[in-house]
């Protein structure tokens, strides 16, 4: 019952490889978008960093990296890899489907506000639209979170 004690949290938390593992790949991830971002735009968007969308998918990145850390510990025929990998088909189904949908209607609705606003009618900030994902860039996300894992790990 060692883990119970607020004196072993964090001890044991910097000794996990595989949560390490997936924070790293996910922050490798966002900084490569900041790169593209600057390399593409010629200019830096801290938000490139922090935000979402974009290529690669951190999101698919971080997922694909637990389950591949998962499956170099416990093996790849384990229950413990099984709800891994589950988690990150979800994950990626998720990031390139649902949000993806949702940065679509966001820039509908933008261009109706503007729409609006330009006749003097309302005045409201504008949605987010960048919210998912494509499937090349779910797709570049999830072989990024392999091979970081695979390197890392």
Same mark, same amino acid.
Not at 129 to 151: D, K, N, R, S
């Given at each position: ?18 949560? =390490? ?17 600057? $390399? ?9 960093? $922090? ?64 729409? $609006? ?32 894992? =695979?390197?890392?790990?």
């Amino acid at each position: 019952m060692q883990g119970l004690y607020p004196h072993s949290f964090f001890p044991e938390v910097f000794q996990n490889r595989i949560l =390490l593992t997936t924070i790293a790949v996910w922050i490798l991830a966002q900084s490569f978008k900041v790169v593209l971002g600057v $390399i593409k735009e010629r200019r830096f968007n801290f938000r490139w960093f $922090i935000g979402t969308g974009g290529m690669p998918s951190s999101h698919a990145a971080g997922a694909s990296a637990l389950a591949t850390s998962v499956g170099l510990e416990y093996g790849f025929n384990s229950p413990l890899f099984a709800v891994a990998a589950a988690f990150a088909i979800v994950t990626m189904f998720d990031a390139q489907g649902v949000r993806r949908s949702t940065g679509y209607q966001a820039s509908i609705l933008n261009k109706m506000m503007d729409d $609006i606003y330009w006749k003097g009618q309302i005045e409201e900030q504008r949605l987010k639209e960048l919210v998912g994902h494509t499937p090349i860039e779910v797709l570049a996300g999830f072989i990024f979170g392999v091979v970081c894992a =695979l390197v890392l790990y």
